[in-house]
């Protein structure tokens, strides 16, 4: 899986448990174990990873 998709499921499996307003990026690069510039290279915040999440 590439480092994209795999945040973007991961985002989606902790929004699901926790919603949108409890789940950060630190927590999402985490669980992802990606860098903070391997998050923001492919997404610019936690909106656009919604959006494109869609």
Not at 20 to 47: A, L, P, Q, W
Request: aromatic share 10%.
């Amino acid at each position: 899986m590439d480092t994209k998709s795999r945040i973007m499921e991961t985002a989606f499996k902790l929004l699901l448990e926790k919603g949108f307003d409890n789940v950060s990026i630190n927590e999402v690069k985490r669980e992802s174990n990606i860098t903070t510039g391997g998050f923001y290279h492919h997404f610019e915040s936690k909106d656009t990873l919604m959006v494109e999440g869609k």
